[in-house]
């Protein structure tokens, strides 16, 4: 296993456009995080997933993001209207079942930048 | 969430022990203690976590007040690899997607 996956790297994108995020999470982990870093801060909580179901969204999830995880296997992060305030790094995490006793792996991260 | 405090940064010399402090005064009694680190363009790293008691891996210790409203993550030998910022968090067991994350502590190892 290689641990958490995700693509693209890097990406760049001008204002106004889509962008389409993938992460593979560890195999057999039902359990799937997306998280938005800034530079010089903490990663914030966007979303996550236990198997195929969207548990729970933060505030900070406007209606141009979105979050997919079909089958409860890999998971796609949208932002339509791409602003520059998008620019950051996205991370997704995967944990295996239920509890704050499993500890999330998180993959190496897509950083944006919106021109 | 409960939230966490943690010093800036903190600085250690190579090859000696490091003592990183975590406050988290309104822990409440299901909450676990988790620790990450994270190296620049990386994501987190997961280090060790802990619920009451002391805990060992691998990579550090995890020792945990007996109020639980602090703890300390210990690195045994410091290596100029253990650079980092270093994450105290506190997971919820009832609702262990949203983690907290502070800023943490920019952890300099110098040789």
């Known amino acids: 296993d290689t641990g958490v996956s995700q693509d693209p790297r890097h990406k760049i994108t001008k204002r106004g456009q889509n962008v389409t995020f993938r992460c593979d999470p560890i195999s057999e982990h039902n359990r799937l995080y997306w998280y938005r870093q800034t530079l010089g801060q903490g990663p914030e909580f966007l979303t996550y997933?236990?198997?195929?179901?969207?548990?729970?969204k933060s505030r900070l999830l406007s209606d141009r993001f979105s979050a997919e995880r079909p089958k409860g296997s890999f998971s796609t992060l949208e932002i339509q209207r791409t602003e520059q305030g998008d620019s950051a790094m996205y991370l997704c995490a995967s944990s295996s079942g239920q509890g704050a006793r499993f500890e999330a792996f998180f993959g190496q991260g897509t950083r944006l930048t919106v021109v | 969430d409960a939230k966490t405090t943690q010093p800036n940064s903190m600085e250690s010399n190579e090859e000696e022990p490091v003592h990183l402090p975590c406050n988290h005064s309104?822990?409440?009694?299901?909450?676990?203690i988790h620790w990450y680190r994270q190296l620049p363009s990386q994501g987190p790293e997961y280090v060790i976590h802990g619920l009451t008691s002391n805990v060992n891996n691998r990579m550090a210790s995890l020792a945990i007040a007996e109020d639980r409203k602090s703890s300390t993550l210990i690195l045994h030998r410091a290596t100029l690899r253990d650079a980092a910022v270093y994450y105290c968090?506190?997971?919820?067991?009832?609702?262990?997607?949203?983690?907290?994350f502070g800023d943490g502590t920019t952890l300099t190892v110098k040789p």
């Open positions: 997933f236990q198997n195929e179901a969207q548990l729970e």
């Open positions: 309104t822990i409440s009694g299901t909450d676990y």
């Open positions: 968090i506190l997971r919820a067991n009832t609702n262990a997607g949203k983690s907290t």
